[in-house]
């Protein structure tokens, strides 16, 4: 499974930004899909995770009301963070991973991509 993220980018503090990773290879295996952020000497954090088969979504606490994950529904392997009212706070590095857990865990993920930059000024 290769997953690469895109649509990164600078900001100001009140902006939004969408960004995408798309899957390949053999996802049918990873249950959920996830974005996940890491600023710089903080631990990695989970953002939301949306179950492929049911498009259930689950979200942090920092992320309910701001951001959106969905997916293509067609083929459900590409994945979209909707992130509105972004803050100075929400700048890190920002990750997809794929998976067969529910959770915030990021062990328990199997693949990631190669993150794309959000920074909020």
């Known amino acids: 499974v290769q997953l690469v993220e895109s649509g990164g980018g600078s900001v100001r503090a009140g902006g939004s930004l969408r960004l995408s990773c798309a899957a390949s290879g053999n996802t049918d295996t990873q249950r959920y899909m996830a974005w996940f952020r890491q600023a710089p000497g903080k631990e990695r954090e989970g953002v939301a995770n949306i179950h492929r088969a049911s498009g259930v979504t689950r979200y942090a606490d920092f992320a309910k009301g701001r951001f959106t994950i969905s997916q293509d529904n067609a083929t459900k392997n590409t994945v979209y963070l909707q992130m509105n009212s972004l803050k100075p706070e929400d700048t890190a590095m920002y990750y997809c991973?794929?998976?067969?857990?529910?959770?915030?865990?990021?062990?328990?993920?199997?693949?990631w991509g190669q993150g794309t930059q959000v920074t909020v000024s």
């Open positions: 991973a794929a998976g067969t857990r529910c959770t915030w865990e990021p062990r328990w993920y199997n693949y």
